[in-house]
């Protein structure tokens, strides 16, 4: 009898809370939207700079309905490296409602370039639609479609700081405006300065003077600070923490130094006309990367095997066969740093 009457009562219980939910005008059921139907024009593609003008594919999807809930789907394309799961994805926001995205050799281009893929050689990505409801973060995934890509080299596109000031006549309309970069997206912004003297500046977030930061003492920024003053000509180093609102100015000078060079640096010549720096020297087979004042403090490498540079050594560059050899190293463009190795 015991036994009967539990039963009843778990199967009144589960009755009453299903009739609960089901009642008219609040019932709100949970449940994913559904699955984006996912097409391409095209999906081989072998991208040159003289075709950057063309137009290279048009993606088109289904929309995701059905959410059981009011609902505003945004729509993304995300890319990853095949056999990644998608867990190291690129995304790219298209917009609420929007059903279709066609790129030019050029847009696509760039968004390769972005994720850090080297230029001139096949990569074997996939790419597919996420659709999401932001507010409450339900997502679906549309299938996949494979996007076999050989970029051509372009500068990154990151967020940037603008740093308008006495050295190139407070405008941002001058092409010598300086600027810093924050390459992972996080508030934190570096980039190099050749100043030929003492100078002032600030930092802005924009091309315009609606936000812009002086000095405020001790490495800190103020909305109300003066000009951030430099006394010296050098070629400067400067990073700017705008979540909490600090800076940092170093002035360096550049060398090479590894196993190709034995136990000394290789120091570099600074040319202002091409902004960039420049050593011949003889090397033997091993490794180098650049440091700045000759100390492993500042250091910059190929970490990603694909000709540009960034911070740390772990990415030392290969010297095959002892020979010489000129180096040029290019810091102009912040985040895109650049080099080549040549042999004499």
Sequence with gaps: MKFRFNYIYILSFSMLTLFSCKKDGSFTQVKSGTTPGFTATDSVFVFTEA?????????????????????????????????NGFKNATDVTIG???????????ALNQVINNMGLAAGRQHDL???????????????????????????????????????GAYEGWSFDNAGLDSVASVNNDGNYEGYMYLTGSTEFKVTTAKSWDVNYGDGGSGSLSSSGGNIAVSAAGYYRLTVDINQLT?????????????ALGSADAAMTFNAGTGA?????????GTFYFRANSADVITLSDVSNNGTLASGTTG???VDAAGTYTISMNLSNPGNYTYSLTAQ
């Design 96 to 106: 609420t409602g929007i059903l279709t995205k066609a790129y030019t050799v050029a």
């Design 51 to 83: 075709d950057a003008a063309s137009a290279a594919v048009t993606y088109n999807w289904t929309a995701s309905e059905d959410w059981g809930y009011k609902s505003i789907v945004t729509y993304y394309l995300q890319i990853d490296e095949k056999g």
């Design 126 to 164: 996939v790419i597919r639609v996420k659709a999401a409801v932001d507010a409450v973060g339900d997502e679906v995934y549309s299938d996949s479609i494979s996007l076999t890509v050989t970029p051509y080299y372009v500068p990154k596109v990151y967020t940037y700081l603008y740093l308008p």
């Design 277 to 285: 720096w420049t050593v011949t020297t003889t090397l033997s087979a």
């Design 316 to 318: 030392a560059i290969t």
């Design 247 to 259: 800076y940092t100015m170093t002035n360096t000078t550049w060398s090479i130094y590894g196993s």
